[in-house]
């Protein structure tokens, strides 16, 4: 079954992407000196490794194209290298991608291999393709997310610098990135949650009216995206069950046509009705996904971006709070004269890099606007011209099946 999926995914990955078209709905548009994909993929018991492909034309690098194996830890590492990195901290750092999750399809995998005698060969078969189907979507998933987050460094022009992503692009070997103990996902859990109750951001007296206004934004975006994601996710388990009933439907005009002799015209309209049903489940299920894959997945990258912002926003806040600091030390040293100089050099250091992350900042989130609007702007372009198509494809299929209904 690995290799089966290993090269269904494969051709799908080649002939459609699709699931690219979640989160790279927005032009990534990528220096010719620079250029990075994943080229290919794999899953072996829970490990996906994914070949990373680079071209380019910088003297940084040994070699002009080149690959590496990467495995999701590895992607991570490289996140948290930017995070930890206090020259980022005007920077909108790209969101970490999600650990792939399989569970899904194993679960069924595993269902049809104990091979349960009550169910008949067309429900094997029916169910080897649910499989395909639910494993192909989450593979090609996993892959666009790991895809996208390189693409964001290597096409900002600070990031792409960065001697970590060169080695994570380059060294042919293994980063030593093992997965973290429980001890250190404890400390981050602790770390995000003492970061959610710091009400810095939202009590700070915001002089500058441009970010007064990002804040107030960025707080109601979260929630309104939080919320639009759970009612995506919602409608596409919705569809998805009309796509299983379709499916039993189907099976039970079969069954129920088969009982008939081969030319009876009862059993030959009822063997028509499940035949024209199971192709209507195939429209259903397409939509389904191109649902999951257009919206959903859209919804769930830019929630996390939003984080993201949120998270410069704080990190500027924290930068204005130690020059306020640094300001008030400085009076209280001039006032008893003592350590002025020293007062004076973190007076100013403060003062820089305030205004250096305040700067970047704004930049950041300006573009960070332009990205998710054009995001949206396509993806539900894309939604709705599918929507259209099964509509249509649908409106057929019917429209037929009626037509060769009255013949009989």
């Known amino acids: 079954y690995v290799v089966w999926w290993h090269h269904k995914a494969a051709n799908m990955m080649a002939e459609e992407a699709v699931a690219k078209d979640a989160t790279k709905a927005v032009d990534l548009t990528q220096d010719d000196s620079l250029h990075v994909n994943i080229a290919d993929a794999l899953n072996e018991q829970d490990i996906v490794k994914f070949t990373v492909h680079t071209k380019t034309t910088l003297d940084t690098f040994k070699k002009k194209d080149f690959q590496v194996t990467r495995l999701h830890e590895e992607f991570v590492w490289l996140h948290d290298r930017f995070i930890e990195d206090t020259k980022y901290a005007g920077l909108l750092i790209p969101p970490c991608p999600p650990k792939p999750d399989f569970s899904q399809s194993h679960g069924k995998l595993a269902k049809l291999k104990a091979g349960d005698s009550s169910m008949t060969p067309e429900e094997v078969e029916k ?118 009933s379709l499916g039993r439907s189907g099976l039970g005009f079969s ?94 250091a403060a003062k820089e890099r305030a205004e250096e992350i305040t700067t970047s900042a704004k930049e950041e989130l300006l573009t960070f606007k332009k990205r998710r609007v054009a995001a949206f702007r396509k993806g539900i372009v894309q939604y709705t011209q599918v929507q259209i198509r099964q509509g249509r494809a649908e409106y057929e299929l019917w429209k037929n099946l009626l037509q060769q209904l009255k013949a009989e």
Do not use: W
């Open 127 to 244: 169910l080897k393709h649910e499989i395909q189907a639910e494993y192909l979507a989450a593979f090609q998933k996993t892959v666009a997310m790991h895809e996208v987050f390189l693409l964001r460094l290597v096409s900002h022009g600070i990031f792409k610098t960065n001697d970590k992503l060169k080695a994570f692009l380059e060294f042919d070997g293994d980063l030593s990135c093992k997965a973290k103990s429980r001890s250190e996902r404890a400390g981050n859990f602790f770390k995000s949650v003492t970061k959610s109750f710091d009400s810095s951001l939202s009590t700070f007296k915001e002089a500058d009216q441009f970010f007064d206004d990002q804040r107030s934004f960025i707080t109601r975006y979260i929630n309104m995206v939080k919320d639009a994601k759970s009612k995506c996710t919602n409608k596409v388990k919705r569809r998805q069950g009309v796509v299983q």
């Open 255 to 348: 069954h129920l046509g088969h009982m008939y002799p081969a030319e009876n015209r009862t059993g030959e309209m009822l063997r028509l009705v499940g035949e024209q049903t199971i192709k209507c489940q195939s429209i259903e299920k397409k939509l389904a996904s191109k649902e999951d894959l257009k919206m959903a997945d859209l919804l769930s990258y830019y929630s996390a971006d939003a984080v993201a912002a949120r998270e410069l926003m704080f990190r500027r806040v924290k930068a204005l709070q130690e020059r306020e600091r640094a300001e008030k030390a400085l009076v209280k040293a001039q006032a008893s004269n003592k350590k002025v100089i020293e007062c004076q050099d973190a007076e100013k």
